[in-house]
């Protein structure tokens, strides 16, 4: 039996953090590993509902946003990241996690293996055999909010004893993990608000600049998530710290280019290169950006200003806007000529030299009025080439490094997906 009273004191505190934390991404990372915690789960995944177009319909399915899994960890080196299939499944009674949120009830099956026949879900034991990983108990629980909505499912797999022996989820488990997803619930809701906000912000630069979409600022922020998070696991970054950050940069590098909603429809919408003239004029959107936050009232405000003003910077200093005050235009530091000098080096601000590595491989690989999506070997080859001149060579390096967990979040963020 297990002490309700000590594990309901520690879903109380966690219902305190996971409230704290402003992006839904990183909140659905923490909601499952947190809740194989609360059940002593080896493995498990999380759902969340999104609308997929199919056949000219949006039709609602469950898709994929994270999985974990402590037996491949450990198999893994230090500070590397389990790379996971991304798919979706269908909202009905066939899958286990289709069911659950069909149902909106949990399920608990003490042996995937030995369903019985008369039941309406079944287990598909082919991730199973790709994987090399046994599932033997599950445990899915439908995060349902107060209203009755569905907004994803919790699935973990294995629940270990005191000798790490797999053994079923027990009805105590179930109870414990139902009170901490309807928390989990809340914060949820709370975070996917902060979202919805930011995207509101961006779908007004959309409506000027047709390039800036929800699915390219998610995929922008989800590459200078995994470059930093590398990054601080090479320079000792305590791990606390570590998420802090990750989550105020996460939802900072959204609005990297926001400022272009003072550049001119001409100019933003002109369906070829700029003239020189014209892009001078582009460039002062990094300034329009950073003046947004000349009020800072949080830690994202400031990161929102430096990676505004900074993330067009190159490492050599031939970037822009340079040593320029984005409040009232004065220059800083000036050239023989008068015109402001470029940050170079570490001038640039960590934030912005990680979101300049992030936005440039984002646009290489996108399609553009004046161009076609580059391959994959052109953009990798582009990034290798201007190391050290136009990026930070320590944070190229760590883009190569974690290269495989880049390309799961253009998996995550295609853009037929809605955001």
């Known amino acids: 039996m297990v ?58 399915r469950l898709v994929i946003k ?62 199973d055999k790709i994987s090399g990983y046994k599932t033997t108990s599950v445990l899915a629980i439908p995060l349902v909010t107060a209203d009755s909505k569905l907004l994803g499912v919790i699935q973990v797999l294995n629940s270990k004893d005191k000798d790490g022996n797999t053994i079923p989820f027990s009805s105590d488990d179930a109870f414990l993990i139902t009170h901490f997803a309807a928390n989990a619930t809340v914060a949820l809701q709370k975070a996917y608000m902060t979202r919805a906000m930011i995207l509101r912000m961006i779908k007004m630069a959309e409506l000027r600049d047709p390039k800036e979409t929800g699915t390219h600022v998610n ?41 272009k909603v003072a550049i001119s429809d001409m100019i933003l919408k002109k369906p070829a290169r700029f003239t020189p003239e014209e892009y001078t004029v582009m460039q002062h959107h990094t300034i329009y950006g950073a003046g947004l936050f000349d009020d800072p009232q949080s830690p994202m405000d400031n990161l929102a200003r430096d990676i ?20 009232i235009g004065e220059v ?32 290489l690989c996108s399609k553009r009025v004046y161009k076609e999506p580059w391959t994959e070997e052109q953009v990798l080859d ?25 390309k799961q979040i253009q998996s995550l963020y295609p853009e037929n997906i809605k955001a």
């Not at 015109?339 to 984002?362: C, S």
């Open 382 to 406: 582009e990034i290798r080439k201007v190391r050290g001149i136009k990026f930070d060579p320590e944070l190229v390096d760590v883009f190569f490094e974690i290269l495989p967990n880049i």
């Open 332 to 363: 800083l530091k000036a050239d023989a000529e008068g015109k402001p000098l470029g940050r170079k080096g570490e001038e640039i601000p960590l934030t912005g030299r990680i979101v300049a590595i992030a936005d440039v491989f984002d646009a």
């Open 66 to 127: 994270y999985a974990q899994n402590d037996t491949t960890q450990k198999e893994l080196p230090p500070g590397q990241k389990m790379i996971y299939s991304i798919f979706s499944v269908p909202i009905n009674e066939k899958t286990i996690s289709g069911y659950c949120a069909f149902t909106k009830t949990l399920v608990n099956i003490p042996d995937a293996y030995t369903i019985p026949p008369d039941a309406p879900y079944s287990f598909g034991i082919s991730y």
């Open 3 to 60: 002490n309700k009273d000590v594990d309901f004191r520690s879903i109380i505190r966690l219902d305190s953090e996971l409230n704290q934390i402003q992006d839904v991404d990183l909140l659905l990372e923490r909601i499952l590993l947190e809740a194989r915690k609360v059940v002593h789960a080896d493995a498990g995944s999380i759902y969340v509902v999104e609308k997929i177009r199919e056949k000219d319909q949006d039709i609602e």
């Open 219 to 259: 995929r922008v922020a989800g590459y200078a998530i995994e470059i930093y998070d590398r990054w601080a696991f090479n320079h000792g970054v305590p791990a606390k710290e570590r998420e802090q950050f990750r989550d105020t940069l996460k939802v900072a590098a959204m609005l990297h280019d926001v400022g």
């Open 308 to 327: 505004a003003l900074t993330h067009h910077e190159n490492w050599d200093g031939s970037g822009y806007p340079g040593w320029v005050d984005p409040v």
